[in-house]
């Protein structure tokens, strides 16, 4: 079974400068999430999705950061404009229900570092 | 979301010791689970624990999800080079949907 993918793995931008990240769930996975995680710290929920339709974002700085599964399967994070305190590894999960004891499986992650 | 307290922020130990770490809370947990980061990688899943008092096994690894709902440890027996890592506990309350809340990390090094 293919794991979470995410690309890309590394990017380096300037200050004010847009970017964008990709994320494949694992096939049939319905609840997908994007986490953010700063150097020394634990990955920090930015939005989360069930199919299609958002359940919390709450967390999610909206003046700049959007997030879409339009399709229900893949998704896009963005920043627009990126701040240097955006530098931080961005983590793509999911799971294959919206359930409390869910497992959650993280890809990699795409290393963003904001100059 | 609530702040978890991780400790021992770092170990550094010997092949063949054990490890001991945990996990506070000011909130009590329906969900607790310890995770393992390696460099360059996304967390993986090592133990989850659903109910208080609980006691789970992985291999090596033990976990305990804490009486109180408020805390949790997780213990490596006779830790070996490959548990280099940063070992994470998550902990998931009824207040917070499904969002997971993070501690902080044990950096975990261990020299053969």
């Known amino acids: 079974e293919a794991g979470v993918a995410q690309s890309p793995r590394y990017k380096i931008i300037e200050k004010r400068q847009s970017v964008a990240f990709w994320c494949n769930p694992i096939s049939g996975h319905a609840t997908l999430y994007w986490y953010q995680q700063i150097l020394g710290q634990g990955p920090k929920l930015l939005i989360q999705?069930?199919?299609?339709?958002?359940?919390?974002d709450s967390q999610l700085p909206k003046d700049r950061f959007s997030a879409e599964r339009l399709k229900g399967v893949d998704s896009t994070l963005k920043i627009q404009p990126a701040k240097l305190e955006d530098s931080a590894v961005y983590l793509c999960?999911?799971?294959?229900?919206?359930?409390?004891?869910?497992?959650?499986?993280f890809g990699p992650g795409t290393r963003l570092t904001v100059l | 979301g609530q702040q978890l307290n991780q400790s021992p922020q770092s170990m550094f130990i010997q092949e063949g010791e054990d490890v001991s770490m945990n996990c506070t809370s000011s909130s009590i947990f329906n969900t607790w689970l310890w995770y393992k980061q390696d460099p360059g990688e996304g967390p993986v899943l090592l133990i989850a624990l659903y109910k208080a008092g609980e006691l789970t096994s992985n291999g090596r690894l033990t976990a305990q999800f804490g009486i109180t709902r408020k805390d949790s440890f997780l213990n490596i027996s006779a830790s070996i080079p490959s548990d280099v890592g940063i070992y994470f506990c998550?902990?998931?309350?009824?207040?917070?949907?499904?969002?997971?809340?993070f501690g902080k990390g044990t950096s975990l090094l261990v020299t053969p």
């Open positions: 999705f069930q199919n299609n339709g958002v359940v919390d």
């Open positions: 999960a999911s799971s294959a229900r919206l359930a409390g004891g869910d497992t959650q499986y």
């Open positions: 998550a902990g998931r309350s009824s207040n917070s949907g499904y969002a997971l809340n």
